[in-house]
């Protein structure tokens, strides 16, 4: 009977000709894929565990799907870690996190469970432990769950997703849940062993809809001198961030910003690497039909890695991991090129769907200007990476990148206001279905694009209501 190992490898081969498929982002063999899980390095390896259904292309039946790598791109696929197996888990194992008990590996998970409560209502949320001495076996701690619910006071069900981390002697959880206004809250929880918990009142709570009605997927970590808080608030869709202070109970606020506001990211993870790097990868979820999904076998995928540094006012920057240039391969290079306004100048020889372009971009006197990217010949399909100054925005526009009608498309913006004299420094990610885009630094778009024409390759540059300049452009064809 072929090991797992090899049915990975087989699967792999089999669903590789899905010109849709990413090839450099990583993603299951098969099936459904959502919220990356217990990112960790220990060891000298980095390890990504994520929500998985292994039984088909959409949500259920959650397990912990794991792969393991050396360099944060080459991922080997191991053994599923949790199932949904014990009577704190049999609904399913959801998302939490791992960390490191003085060279312990331990992962801190939801459990969900179908016993209702008192007078009806949703399954049961608890808090539930797993270790490992190899890190593929995993054993469920005998003392499961280690919660087992929200506080009663709170009158909610939404209790899920652990994020721990330890000061000094003591570890500290924060879980996503919901307060009694039904605002999106995350409580805080103290240990001294992982095991025994003791609820500490809430570490956040949100006002208005900034943190929607349920806060899920929390991550809180020191960066800097400041304390970030990033989650994913229901029903907003996106992934947003908090920076400000932390007194050793209660997170205070001071600037508010999101993850990534292409419409394609949800429920980030950061971790904390050995070089002192905060890395954080994100699910990219699928912008096509469940049918779609379902024939192709596969759904979601995830992000490049990013690095996450703090700026001196407060908010995030996300750049790359600087692994990601490993992937680089053929390169070509051109520019200064002027670009007419109403123009686009096709970039010949700088087509394909898996490649890296690098562009620096002078806006002149244009009002509009950016990247087009996996466009056809005829322009029917494309994406555009668009800068528009009078809106002080960075949008990718996906409206017409597939004459699919299985495709949903539209725009997602970020603000980007170009100082004076500050030209548009692009990293643009193309791997089939994804295109992920970097900015000055410090701002992030990702879309999902699923081009009909096999010939929706080509690139270039564009110009409206003024002329504008590419002060330099090079591209690399990007392989594992």
């Not at 990356?36 to 039984?55: A, D, K, S, V």
């Not at 393991?68 to 197996?85: F, G, K, N, Q, Y």
């Not at 004076?420 to 643009?428: A, F, N, Y």
Request: hydrophobic letters at 40%; one cysteine or more.
């Amino acid at each position: 009977m072929p090991s797992f190992a090899q049915q990975a490898r087989a699967t792999r081969r089999r669903l590789a000709a899905d010109r849709h498929r990413p090839r450099v982002h990583f993603l299951p063999p098969q099936n459904w894929m959502n919220d990356p899980n217990g990112l960790i390095q220990f060891r000298g390896e980095y390890h990504m565990f994520y929500q998985h259904n292994p039984r088909a292309a959409w949500w259920g039946n959650m397990t912990w799907g794991h792969a393991v790598s050396r360099d944060l791109l080459h991922w080997t696929d191991l053994p599923h870690a949790l199932e949904p197996d014990a009577a704190c888990d049999d609904y399913g194992v959801w998302s939490g996190c791992a960390v490191n008990d003085d060279g312990r590996a331990v992962l801190v998970y939801t459990g969900v469970h179908p016993r209702y409560l008192p007078g009806g209502g949703p399954r049961v949320q608890c808090q539930c432990l797993a270790t490992t001495a190899d890190m593929v076996r995993f054993t469920k701690h005998p003392a499961n769950p280690v919660i087992a619910g929200p506080p009663p006071e709170l009158k909610t069900a939404n209790f899920r997703d652990p994020y721990v981390w330890r000061q000094g002697r003591t570890w500290h959880m924060a879980v996503g849940s919901s307060d009694r206004d039904r605002r999106g809250a995350v409580l805080l929880y103290t240990s001294r062993d992982l095991v025994g918990w003791r609820y500490r009142g809430p570490l956040f709570q949100g006002r208005g809809d900034e943190a929607g009605r349920i806060f899920e997927c929390p991550n809180f970590f020191q960066l800097g001198r400041k304390w970030v808080l990033i989650g994913s608030p229901i029903p907003l869709g996106r992934a947003v961030y908090f920076t400000g202070t932390f007194d050793g109970r209660r997170f205070t606020p001071e600037v508010r910003g999101e993850v990534d506001p292409g419409g394609s990211l949800y429920a980030p993870q950061a971790f904390l690497d050995a070089s002192g790097r905060r890395v954080l990868f994100g699910w990219l979820w699928e912008r096509r039909s469940r049918r779609a999904a379902s024939r192709a076998g596969w759904a979601g995928v995830m992000s490049l890695p990013r690095v996450l540094t703090l700026r001196p006012d407060g908010r995030l920057d996300f750049a790359p991991a600087a692994e990601v240039e490993q992937l680089r391969r053929r390169a070509a290079r051109m520019g200064p090129l002027e670009i007419p306004a109403g123009e686009a100048l096709l970039l010949r020889g700088m087509s394909g769907d898996c490649m890296e372009i690098a562009a620096e971009l002078a806006g002149g006197r244009a009002k509009r200007f950016g990247l087009k990217v996996r466009c056809s010949r005829r322009g029917t399909e494309q994406t555009l990476i668009v800068c528009d100054r009078g809106a002080g925005t960075l949008a990718i526009d996906t409206t017409r990148s597939s004459r699919s009608p299985a495709v949903q498309t539209g725009v997602g913006a970020a603000r980007l206001r170009l100082g004076r004299g500050e030209t548009l420094k692009l990293r643009v990610f193309l791997d089939a279905s994804v295109v992920e885009v970097f900015a000055n630094g410090h701002t992030c778009l990702t879309g999902r694009v699923y081009p009909a024409g096999k010939n929706s390759t080509g690139a270039a540059v564009f110009a409206d209501g003024g002329a504008a300049t590419a002060v330099s452009l090079e591209v690399w064809d990007l392989k594992l």
